[in-house]
């Protein structure tokens, strides 16, 4: 609306607009009766201002800067013209942001055409990662070869997670998309009812001709109590000693792996590496369906470091790689002489920038995982549960098949005392690189400490499916 300047020098009137095409303010001013040229400064309600000429008498028309330089809705005007004589006023106008989706595609995995998603949020301008303040429940997505569809969310897209919307329709390869997701009251955009105004633009993704890297990442991070005494870092007693060895050590110990490539290896340029980032062990990775979390998807090899980190086994990646369709998966992990531990929850597993930076952070209290009692807490730190000496997922110090046996069977069964030193063995339960039934640092007492510490029949019994 427009706001009459006070009758200094005879100034016309001063207006503020703004739409989805001029996103930045435009101010229309009508100058007469002063002598050109003309100051105008313009200053927001946040104090920030901005300064033009004009040098004529009559209409003028500016733009101000956009965000955030003139940021609050209200404007005021002060205009001086060549004899000193000052004229002021004000005006409101509409804030309008840019709201486009954040979409992205995930290789299908085969076939000549990738998948769509959107994580139900939107960039705006000055808040990226929004939520939708208007709702949204209408669609387009139009890109090169003459594709293009519209409808609405709730019977093309579907929801394989919380947070991830796939596309029904695949995409094929080589062609650049635009996506625009609206509220079907206007596919303009909406009213947030306090001054702003967003613009519905559209999300963008380029697909490559030829996709070749079919697959997920993902992060993880966990600890091995057996290794971790106190404190977040795990020791790496078995690397200063040189006993990891270069190839995995499961196949040999009876785990049958799920797709995974035969015989991975470490470096030995990785071993040398010191700090936080040493290797402490082997652990092994496992994918679970979603909806049966006892059948293994995929599992493979993989490095765990004194801070947690669980690395691809050439030691150069915490981006996970398992080459599966992008989904919801469960994530477990295993060790040889500890319990393993699986997500509670499925999680979301891609390619893509939201799916590819997932973290599964098994030391964390605040993650749930499946079972009961499923980890022991050091300090503030989660871990799998140590002392599985016999391999068979629950830990016993009496009765059959019990782990304490196991250890006393390693040092010769007659001497408690003996010692067997300088090994990378399963008994060897808090992986110094020695078996000991007796003493300092002794394998038998993290048995005793695992089931409880007083009860010597009771047992722990690995949590998974």
Request: glycine share 12%.
């Amino acid at each position: 609306m427009p706001f009459t300047l006070r009758a200094q020098c005879q100034i016309g009137s001063f207006t503020l607009s703004a739409d989805c095409f001029q996103q930045g303010p435009l101010a229309n001013i009508e100058l007469s009766g002063g002598t050109p040229p003309y100051q105008l400064q313009f200053t927001g309600m946040n104090g920030a201002s901005w300064t033009t000429q004009s040098f004529q008498n009559g209409p003028f028309s500016t733009g101000l800067p956009t965000w955030p330089a003139i940021l609050e809705p209200d404007v005021s005007l002060v205009v001086t013209d060549a004899l000193g004589c000052t004229a002021s006023s004000s005006a409101y106008y509409i804030m309008h942001f840019s709201m486009a989706p954040n979409v992205w595609f995930e290789n299908a995995c085969g076939g000549n055409a990738v998948d769509l998603h959107w994580n139900g949020r939107f960039s705006v301008a000055g808040a990226p990662g929004q939520e939708s303040l208007c709702g949204f429940d209408s669609y387009l997505v139009s890109g090169s070869q003459g594709f293009e569809m519209t409808g609405n969310l709730a019977t093309d897209w579907s929801q394989p997670a919380p947070g991830v919307w796939r596309f029904n329709t695949p995409l094929p390869y080589g062609a650049s998309y635009a996506v625009w997701i609206w509220s079907s009251s206007n596919s303009s955009g909406c009213y947030d009812g306090n001054n702003v105004f967003y613009c519905n633009d559209p999300g963008t993704i380029t697909v490559p001709q030829n996709p070749t890297n079919c697959g997920v990442y993902f992060r993880m991070q966990a600890a091995l109590a057996g290794a971790l005494h106190s404190g977040t870092l795990m020791t790496d007693g078995l690397r200063t000693a040189n006993l990891i060895p270069l190839t995995e050590p499961y196949t040999a110990l009876g785990y049958q792996y799920v797709g995974m490539p035969t015989n991975p290896a470490i470096p030995p340029t990785t071993l040398a590496v010191t700090g936080n980032n040493a290797v402490v062990d082997w652990v092994v990775l496992e994918l679970r369906a979603q909806n049966d979390p006892g059948t293994v998807v995929f599992s493979k090899a993989a490095g765990i470091q004194r801070d947690g980190d669980v690395v691809e086994a050439n030691g150069t990646s915490n981006e996970l790689y398992a080459p599966v369709a992008a989904g919801v998966y469960h994530v477990a992990i295993r060790h040889r002489n500890h319990l393993g531990v699986m997500t509670a929850n499925p999680y979301w597993l891609g390619t893509g920038p939201y799916g590819g930076s997932t973290l599964i952070d098994l030391r964390s209290s605040l993650l749930p995982v499946h079972g009961v009692a499923a980890r022991k807490a050091v300090g503030t730190v989660h871990c799998l549960w140590p002392g599985d000496a016999t391999g068979d997922g629950v830990v016993k110090y009496t009765g059959g098949s019990n782990d304490r046996d196991a250890i006393l069977q390693a040092i010769g069964g007659g001497t408690p005392t003996n010692t067997v030193n300088n090994v990378y063995d399963r008994r060897d339960v808090n992986l110094d690189g020695s078996i000991k039934y007796t003493g300092a640092a002794n394998d038998r007492d993290v048995i005793l400490q695992t089931i409880g510490g007083t009860v010597p029949t009771a047992t722990r019994t690995q949590q998974l499916p």
